[in-house]
Nanobody
Framework: VQLQASGGGVVQAGGSLRLSCAASGFTFDDYSFGWFRQAPGKEREGISCIDKSDDSTWYADSVKGRFTISRDNANNLVYLQMNNLKIEDTAVYFC???????WGIGLPGYEYDFYGQGTLVTVSS
């Protein structure tokens, strides 16, 4: 099982980035996906998920209206479009797979089945 995030980098506040997550080693269509982030000295934060059954989505209040999650079942890819980036968005971002709906991402202690390697996003002033 592999989940590899890419697309991070340095961007000015107000700018945009699109993260990608390439999945392999399992049946992509059978899983929901989520994006998490962890800033230095802070706990991991679940910020978005997309449900395998109907592509319904959820966003944390911290990113709602600025980030968009999507999936490409044909190519086993999950995306996170990030617009109007803020300095407080600086973190390592990583994707994860959940064999259920993924909506547990907002619940304390809920764990996804697989977690991938992260990509660093740095937002400068």
């Amino acid at each position: 099982v592999q989940l590899q995030a890419s697309g991070g980098g340095v961007v000015q506040a107000g700018g945009s980035l699109r993260l990608s997550c390439a999945a392999s080693g399992f049946t992509f269509d059978d899983y929901s996906f989520g994006w998490f982030r962890q800033a230095p000295g802070k706990e991991r934060e679940g910020i978005s998920c997309i449900d395998k059954s109907d592509d319904s989505t959820w966003y944390a209040d911290s990113v709602k209206g600025r980030f968009t999650i999507s999936r490409d079942n044909a190519n086993n890819l999950v995306y996170l479009q990030m617009n109007n980036l803020k300095i407080e968005d600086t973190a390592v971002y990583f994707c994860a797979a959940d064999r259920l709906s993924g909506w547990g991402i907002g619940l304390p202690g809920y764990e996804y089945d697989f977690y991938g390697q992260g990509t660093l996003v740095t937002v400068s002033s």
